[in-house]
């Protein structure tokens, strides 16, 4: 078996990779299963299909798949323009961080406003913590994937000495939370179990494909990741291109944030994600780094985590199976994108 | 004891793991490929270096599955950037990710489990005087030697490489699995030394911080040692200043090593001759022979 390269790129083949990846994801999960003792079949369709039957638990993949897809849709344009941000999960928690600063400077602050100042926080946190890395990169050529890497540590950390410190909700028994957000300090529900967040999320994935689909900048996006050459020589900044996208990729990162601890959190604690910044890699990625394709990305991303809670309440299989899936799915779809531009011939080169 | 007496101990058994991933991922790099998975490597290496030794009470068996399980996680790398051509980058993130997920389900059953501990002389393991071995063998092997000259041959200009009758993806494969072996036995360091037990998550960052070592090591082994002794240093007097309660508070010091990474970084990086003159120029590449 050997690889050989088409003549062009496959267009079908794009199109039909992630679905291909799926189906062999699907195959592994069902040899785990096995593995672990279960009917795969039916481990299967809990896995997959029964969290899809009930209204509930759609409500619940929708509002899972907003940070999701908004943090994913960021890592997608900057993955296109070849600037690795992996801190996204940093950058959540630094735009966690500042939106929560509003509610506990402020607890008595009540209006549509202080909502919206959360938001604005949280897009900044992001930015900041994005702007660091881009700032060093540019300036010291220091490698952004591992300083942005650092930054999430560094923003742990700082989440985890504020609620166990000077943030801590004095009413709250020891506890290392901050007060809990109410009225105008949470995001107002669409229907019992939907969040605006929800919204915020999809329109802003729509609005990036729009910008990099028919914009200059979008166009100057993908030059500078197709050719690094081409793009200086009409006259785009390297520099200018890798802070954009880190710090778009970082404000929508801190948006999630923002809007995590202000609806399904509800208050600052040491953890406020189970690790949505970094499956959001692989979101951006089953998603053909193309906002509008990492909102379905994103949906079957935040489908493996109610997929992963429901077979450990109804099968007894550990939820860490979740991040198994999640590595297990990134493997294929890569080693399912080499088809785009090779295909596999049999025997001796010609 | 004495802490000034085992303070030097301590900062070796810290360093070891460091040390080790980073001189396995120099030598990948050094033949072009940047592994990003050390992480997921190295944590598959610490629950099966774990497991290997709670199973068969014998750490030593611990060891050898903690080197089985980063070379065989380091073969999925290779088999994806190598012979499937993917993107390096994303392929190492995705082995890192798959890594953290897979030794989270399989160490379920090991969690709060007692560890085994590798036997040590006069607070010593055997691991450290190796660790010391194995930097000057690497350092002799890539610069003094024809393998080391072929290695860095494939991993400078891999077209040249390939044109002088060098199997390119060959060597690389090789180099891989050295990478893959000394993050796994890094791991099972971790497991079987540095804290003997089996956490989710334990190796903290630490497969990064080695990456990070081996940017601002410039790719040469004595760096590379000097570079981990140093941030062992700092992880265990972040250790050692929390213990006295100097009032500084605890997240402060645990960031230490994070923070020393960028800055190491920065001020390496900054040195582009320096840096120029050492990165393998084909770092990153895939290669497809063109016949």
Redesign the interface.
Known sequence: MR?E?RAERSDAMALASPFLALVLTVITAAIIFLIHGDNPFHALYVYFIEPLTALWSVEQLLVKAAPLVLIGAGLAVA?RANV?N?GAEGQLTLGAILAGMIPVMFPGWQSPLTLIMMMLMGILGGMIWGAIPAT?RN?????E???S???V??AQ??L??LV??PWRDPQGFNFPKSITFTDWQLLPYLTSGIHLGVVIALLAALALGFVMARTVKGFEITVAGLSPRAARFSGFSEKRTILFCMMLSGGLAGLAGAIEISSVVGQLQPQISPGYG?AA??VA?LGRLNPVGVIFAGLLLALSYIGGEAVQTALQI?D?????????L??YV??C??LIL?RITSGK?A | MDLLLTLPIIIMTAATPLLLAALGEAVAERSGVLN?GVEGMMVMGAVAGFGGAFLTGNPWVGILAAIVAGVLMSL?FGF?SL?????Q???G??LT??????S??VG?AFVGQPGVRLPTVGGIDPLIPFSFILTTVVGYVLFRTKTGLIIRAVGNSHAAAHALGYRVIMVRYLCVMFGGACAGLAGGYLSLVYTPQWVENMT??RG?IA??LV?FASWLPLRILAGAYLFGTISILSFVMQAQGLGI?S??L??LP??G??LA???I??N?AL?RRNTPASLGQPF?PD?
Not at chain 1, 139 to 143: D, S, V
Not at chain 2, 83 to 87: A, D, G, Q, S
């Open positions: 690889l390269k993955y690795w992996i060093l300036r010291f050529n220091a490698n994937i591992l300083t890497l650092m930054l540590y560094v950390l700082l985890d000495w166990r410190g970094f890699i692989i990625f550990p860490k199976i979740t991040r198994v899936i999640q590595g297990v990134l493997f890569l080693a994108d080499t090779y080169s | 990003l999925l994806l012979t499937l051509l993917t993107n980058v994303a392929t993130l995705a990710l798959l890594g953290l997920g897979l989270a389900l379920e903290a960052g990064w990456l990070a940017v508070p997240q402060f645990s960031s994070y923070l990474t960028i970084l920065v001020v990086s900054g582009k840096t497809v016949r």
